[in-house]
């Protein structure tokens, strides 16, 4: 796999200004703001700075409560403001890996409610370490959820599809590109909100219908064209590659179990490769799953990129359109609300 390009830490703070104690409490334990308007898109070579966010961070200024999660690259905590007590997740990335650039980067050009939120990058003073400080989502990732609760119903399903797919939207009009959808990568709050995260492989597309030539990520979500690059010119529409990842991710929440492989099988390069690039999609029961969803899957999972849906089309799909919102929300807020109760 290709190896990320490392990348200058931005100079650039995309702090808040700290809310008095009073203001912190009524915004909740998320320590949450309004959402800045949408700028422009900006240009592959430049991160955004967000204007009138002077004040800065420290990390002295937090206090760790727990680990949330560990990786490859880092440690995820969750810490607690210790003058508004407002909560946060740090993210601690280990000295000269480039995702932290690169995911600093990514975050700077953002600001949707379906994209987690990044309010500081924060330098060790010794370690040479980097922290992104962002916004807690209090329900942990889909992954989570699905290893507690196991599999989604439709309604809930629906859901994740349908916010999920805007997160996707917006970066993609960005010229934005993930790169490493999975349920792990998708985090989910207890009011039901979802929202894209983990940047570190993601790209900036110089120019509109660019392809990409980057084969980092996780083998088991990768579409076809990635896994055989000399089939596809030795490049791939990172697009289209995205929608297959959630193709994949929805039809694991769905099933249970990570889809492409036989229950209880190894995931091993070899078996995924055969998997993805020579099997077929699993069908699902008619009586179990509705014609919607299974179009939906049908649309996302086409071996032939050039045949996948686009964001656009899924959003208008009638999986998505036309689901019952309230009952699809209420259903996933339910998932996640049983999930965290059995902590």
């Given at each position: 796999m290709a190896l990320i390009r490392e990348k200058r830490l931005p100079q650039l703070h995309l702090s808040l200004p700290v809310p008095p104690r009073a203001a912190a409490q009524e915004l909740g334990v998320l320590g949450r703001r309004p959402n800045p308007a949408v700028a422009p898109a900006p240009t592959a070579t430049k991160a955004s700075t967000p204007s009138g966010l002077s004040s800065q961070f420290r990390l002295a200024d937090f206090e760790k409560l727990a680990v949330l999660g560990r990786g490859n690259g880092g440690t995820?905590?969750?810490?607690?403001?210790?003058?508004?007590?407002?909560?946060?997740?740090?993210?601690?990335?280990?000295?000269?890996?480039?995702?932290?650039?690169?995911?600093?980067?990514?975050?700077g050009r953002t600001g949707s409610p379906f994209v987690v939120r990044c309010h500081s990058v924060l330098p060790a003073a010794t370690s040479g370490d980097v922290a992104l400080l962002l916004e807690l989502v209090d329900g942990g990732s889909l992954d989570s959820v699905r290893s507690r609760r196991g599999a989604f119903t439709e309604a809930a399903l629906a859901e994740v599809a349908a916010q999920a797919l805007s997160g996707l939207a917006y970066l993609h009009a960005r010229r934005i590109v993930h790169l490493d959808v999975k349920p792990a990568n998708l985090l989910v709050s207890t009011a039901g909100e979802v929202k894209v995260a983990d940047f570190g492989i993601a790209k900036v597309v110089a120019r509109a219908g660019d392809h990409c030539t980057s084969y980092a990520g996780t083998s088991a979500y990768m579409s076809p064209e990635r896994f055989d690059p000399e089939a596809h010119g030795g490049h791939y529409d990172p697009y289209a590659a995205d929608v297959w990842s959630l193709g994949v991710t929805l039809l694991e929440l769905f099933m249970g179990r990570y889809p492409l492989l036989p229950a209880g099988q190894r995931p091993s390069w070899a078996a995924l490769m055969c998997a993805v690039c020579f099997g077929e999609p699993p069908v699902l029961p008619a009586g179990a799953s509705s014609p919607e969803l299974r179009g939906f899957v049908a649309s996302c999972l086409q071996k032939d990129y050039r045949n996948r849906a686009s964001v656009a089309e899924l959003l208008a799909h009638p999986f998505v359109a036309g689901r019952d919102m309230p009952v699809s929300k209420c259903a996933l807020r339910k998932l996640v609300a049983d999930a965290s109760s059995s902590l």
């Open positions: 995820v905590y969750k810490v607690r403001h210790r003058e508004t007590c407002a909560l946060y997740a740090l993210k601690v990335q280990h000295y000269g890996d480039p995702a932290a650039a690169n995911e600093a980067d990514v975050l």
